[in-house]
């Protein structure tokens, strides 16, 4: 299996515009998290996913951020719009089952400017 | 919900000599409790995790130790070499609560001088 795979790699915008981030998981992961990581604040988990199935997303800060996955295979993050306190990496993780190794993408480096 | 205080969050050390790592935690029903090594430009990857029904695993030069009572554990990297300069965090996680998010630590960089 090629890992956790994110894209872009990077990604700069303007502020106002909207940004999708990419994700497709390790196969036969059931568990999918979205993080997001600032110097100031580190590793901030936003949302996961069990199944498919949206578990917790008390961590995404506001309703401009929104995450679907539509199937086992594929998710997005959206920014809608974006700002530039936004600008940060963003990491997609997934696992299977409990108490298990996360695996981690390579992450988006978002700008917004 | 859990927090994760780690310490210290940048570590200078010769080649060769120790490095320690620290983490607390405050929710007691945590469980499990990875660590994480990130290189510049990538996402962070497990080297070594502990579950609460052990006091102490090691892996090679890298060692976890766990204490429940004090809600605290540490990570020993042994003979340091250049190859281990990168940023270390420590996590925790409860699976039993219903809830299998991983609570990062800050993050600790460690830098091994030649």
């Known amino acids: 299996d090629a890992g956790v795979i994110q894209s872009p790699r990077h990604e700069v915008t303007e502020m106002g515009q909207e940004v999708t981030l990419r994700c497709k998981p390790i196969s036969g992961h059931d568990y999918l998290f979205w993080y997001r990581q600032t110097m100031m604040r580190g590793l901030e988990l936003l949302i996961y996913f069990n199944n498919n199935v949206p578990i917790d997303d008390s961590g995404m800060p506001e309703d401009r951020f929104s995450a679907k996955m539509p199937n086992a295979s594929f998710s997005t993050l959206k920014i809608q719009p974006s700002e530039p306190r936004d600008s940060a990496v963003y990491f997609c993780?997934?696992?299977?089952?409990?108490?298990?190794?996360?695996?981690f993408g390579q992450g988006t480096r978002l700008t917004v400017v | 919900g859990e927090n994760v205080e780690q310490h210290p969050s940048t570590l200078s050390v010769q080649e060769g000599d120790s490095a320690v790592i620290k983490c607390t935690y405050s929710d007691s029903a945590s469980n499990y409790f990875p660590w994480y090594k990130q290189e510049l430009g990538k996402g962070p990857q497990l080297i070594i995790d502990i579950r609460s029904n052990v006091g102490e695993k090691k892996d090679q030069r890298i060692a976890v130790t766990l204490n429940k009572t004090a809600k605290h554990f540490s990570l020993h990297i042994t003979e340091t070499q250049p190859e281990d300069s990168a940023v270390y965090f420590c996590a925790a996680s409860n699976s039993g609560a219903g809830s299998y998010q991983l609570t990062f630590g800050k993050g600790t960089k460690l830098s091994v001088i030649p």
């Open positions: 993780a997934s696992r299977q089952g409990l108490n298990t190794e996360a695996f």
